[in-house]
């Protein structure tokens, strides 16, 4: 069961634009929420995250957005670079137990 | 500080053949987690462990893989048979608490390929 989704597969951005990637829940039991960034052969890093009682959270230039109703998060990179191309995943947690990830969207950055 | 370690990186083995993959968390760390994650998709924990009891395994298959924490440090995670499926690259990770999940680190993997 895909709890978490991501839809588009692929993002493709101009260096110093916005780029914006979406994620799709199903469990409204989800309270917590994160995003990590994966390099070739590398393990996923912790991005940035966010609790179900807020509706934005900040981080330099990364922004995430969390709307419950809608049960949709999205990660606002902005300005983007070069180095930021990697493949982003959103992931899901009930009271921090289970997390489930999404499929991953890739991130290109082109100078 | 160094980051969680596991070896192989890679193997390539045929089915119905056994693999052994080996995890070093970050010391101090009490959660440890496996993590099986398939080609274009996200990563499935497979199991966790707070030190060295089983707090989640409910998406391990049980007939062919196990896994084990014997001193609340370093973990194991076995496969035999292998088949086709388990194509994939397994994650570690660790955490302080377990309860907090923006502190899971990641180990870079062990990429299995069984042909």
């Known amino acids: 069961d895909q709890q978490v989704k991501q839809n588009s597969p692929s993002l493709s951005v101009q260096e110093g634009r916005i780029s914006i990637l979406n994620c799709d829940y199903t469990?409204?039991?989800?309270?917590?929420f994160l995003w990590y960034k994966k390099y070739p052969a590398e393990g996923p890093t912790f991005l940035i995250s966010?609790?179900?009682?807020?509706d934005k959270n900040e981080d330099g230039r990364f922004t995430v957005f969390l709307n419950k109703s809608a049960k949709h998060l999205s990660l606002h990179i902005v300005p983007s670079q070069p180095g930021d191309s990697a493949v982003y995943f959103c992931?899901?947690?009930?009271?921090?137990?289970?997390?489930?990830f999404g499929a991953g969207t890739r991130l290109t950055v082109k100078p | 500080e160094a980051g969680v370690a596991q070896s192989p990186r890679y193997k390539i083995i045929e089915k119905r053949q056994s693999v052994a993959f080996w995890c070093n968390p970050i010391?101090?760390?009490?959660?440890l987690y496996w993590y099986q994650q398939i080609l274009g998709q996200g990563p499935k924990l497979l199991i966790q462990?707070?030190?060295?009891?089983?707090?989640?395994d409910s998406q391990l298959p049980k007939d062919r893989f196990s896994a084990e924490r014997l001193k609340g440090v370093d973990s194991t995670l076995k496969i035999q048979p292998a088949k086709l499926e388990d194509s994939a690259v397994y994650l570690c990770?660790?955490?302080?608490?377990?309860?907090?999940?923006?502190?899971?680190?990641f180990g870079e993997g062990s990429w299995l390929t069984v042909v």
């Open positions: 966010i609790s179900s009682i807020k």
């Open positions: 990770a660790s955490s302080l608490r377990g309860n907090a999940a923006n502190t899971i680190y």
């Open positions: 010391s101090g760390h009490a959660t």
């Open positions: 992931a899901a947690s009930e009271n921090n137990n289970d997390m489930r």
């Open positions: 462990f707070q030190n060295n009891g089983v707090v989640d």
């Open positions: 469990n409204s039991m989800f309270d917590y």
